[in-house]
């Protein structure tokens, strides 16, 4: 079936850009999203982008979408300690359904 | 902007008692809305799509019969968790994909209510 993977754990210093990488299995997704959730929180969308696109930039957040491999990353620069939460990555298929990444645990030491 | 409500936010009940959750689309109609479940420290999985008039799809491993929906408008579907036990506890959350789907329309998720059953 259709699967998103993550990895689980990324540690950076404040200042510092962080990378943080997705595979999806899903040829026909159509949005792919970054989801951020805080401790004991609900999801915050962060940032998506459509298929047909290579690349999206909002403010500190790019995201970057190789559609080929079915790889998306997301960076964000300048990173500060108020970025540390879990970052969720979803493939959204043809039928609207997100299958969601196992979060990747952000850390970011001052 | 879209913005999904999620109610209520925090439900702490006995075992044995129904909940019901509700998920409204507050500035646009949603005929589709997703329920997904999060277990502590896990990812979120799809339970249920829920459609606008019809009876819901149940993904697999899902009882229907324990986890009822109904999407009785184009604002509003609700997840009645019946007679609920401590394993039921979870965080329950709901997204909504608008009627007419543009490019710049990515689905908006509420904020979820957590559950806790004693």
């Known amino acids: 079936g259709e699967d998103v993977e993550q990895s689980l754990f990324l540690s950076v210093r404040e200042g510092d850009s962080s990378v943080i990488n997705c595979t999806y299995t899903?040829?026909?997704?159509?949005?792919l999203y970054w989801y951020k959730q805080e401790p004991g929180a609900g999801l915050q969308l962060l940032t998506y982008?459509?298929?047909?696109?290579d690349m999206k930039q909002d403010q500190r957040l790019t995201v970057l979408l190789n559609k080929k491999d079915k790889h998306l990353s997301l960076r964000i620069a300048d990173t500060q300690t108020g970025d540390s939460a879990i970052y969720f990555c979803a493939s959204e298929n043809q039928g609207g359904k997100l299958i969601f990444g196992q979060g990747t645990e952000l850390s970011v030491k001052p | 902007g879209a913005v999904v409500s999620q109610h209520p936010s925090w439900v702490i009940c006995k075992s044995g008692t129904s909940v019901k959750i509700e998920c409204r689309s507050l500035?646009?109609?949603?005929?589709?809305m997703f329920w997904y479940r999060q277990f502590p420290k896990q990812s979120l999985m799809l339970m249920a799509t829920s459609n606008e008039g019809s009876k819901a799809t149940y993904e697999q491993g899902v009882e229907k019969d324990k986890f009822l929906i109904n999407h009785a408008s184009l604002t509003l579907s609700t997840l009645t968790v019946t007679s609920a036990h401590p394993e039921d506890s979870s965080f329950y959350i709901c997204?909504?994909?608008?009627?007419?789907?543009?490019?710049?329309?990515?689905?908006?998720f509420g904020d979820g209510t957590r559950l806790s059953i004693l």
């Open positions: 982008i459509f298929s047909n696109m």
């Open positions: 500035d646009f109609q949603a005929t589709t």
């Open positions: 899903d040829s026909s997704s159509t949005y």
């Open positions: 997204s909504a994909r608008h009627r007419t789907r543009r490019v710049d329309q990515p689905q908006h």
